[in-house]
């Protein structure tokens, strides 16, 4: 139980073009998601923590017109980067909360999408 | 602010012996978590082993133990009989007790198992 995928696990777009990644819970209501940025050999820095119906929250630093976040669902996450430049390219990673029995607020990892900006 | 530290960037072991990896974390909360993940090659947060912060047993899953010294604030990850599959990068990581929590990652160990 509680596994949460990620589509699609890689894509390249040119610069200046929009990439849409999708999370999902595949067994589990996900209350809350949260989407990660990991560069080559670095550790997870988080981007924004989503919840379900309501706006995300950004952390400081991360543009939030240019990662457009919608948590439409209790299943669904998705995360825009819009006119996407080079410098995006990076692993992003999603995580989602929610009652998935075992331990309260327990967090499961998606398996990352490769994004690559050409 | 809640901050973690891995000071080792790489590490190595032999085929079945032992080794330790170290996380220091700096926090003013009493009651919190503490994680440590692996992330094999396949990019995939595997979860190793949690600590709750008010447990004073430490924590084992199997051939994986921790030493929590919340004084301290330590929480070292100790694989034990070390296999080829534990080639990983080794996340410690610490989260609140709260609703709204999130993850704080060190930077990673990245551990080598030596045939």
């Known amino acids: 139980g509680a596994v949460v995928s990620q589509h699609p696990s890689r894509v390249i777009c040119k610069s200046g073009t929009s990439v849409k990644i999708e999370c999902r819970s595949l067994d589990f209501q996900a209350t809350t998601m949260f989407w990660y940025r990991q560069f080559p050999k670095q550790s997870l820095m988080l981007m924004a923590t989503s919840n379900e119906g309501s706006k995300a929250t950004y952390e400081q630093g991360v543009e939030k017109d240019k990662f457009l976040i919608n948590h439409a669902s209790l299943t669904l996450s998705t995360l825009t980067v819009t006119s996407a430049h080079p410098e995006d390219s990076s692993f992003y990673i999603c995580s989602a909360r929610g009652l998935a029995g075992g331990h309260p607020y327990e967090q499961y990892f998606g398996p990352g999408t490769r994004l690559t900006v050409t | 602010a809640q901050t973690v530290t891995q000071s080792q960037p790489e590490m190595s072991v032999q085929e079945a012996e032992t080794v330790t990896l170290s996380c220091t974390y700096d926090?003013?909360?009493?009651?919190?978590?503490l994680f440590w993940y692996k992330q094999p090659p396949s990019r995939q947060m595997i979860l190793v082993i949690r600590q709750e912060a008010y447990k004073q047993q430490n924590a084992t899953e199997n051939r994986f133990s921790v030493n929590f010294q919340k004084a301290a604030k330590s929480f070292s990850l100790k694989i034990s009989d070390s296999q080829l599959g534990d080639a990983a990068m080794y996340f410690c990581a610490y989260r609140t007790d709260s609703t709204g929590n999130q993850f704080y990652f060190g930077t990673g160990t990245s551990l080598t198992v030596i045939p």
């Open positions: 926090t003013s909360e009493s009651d919190y978590y």
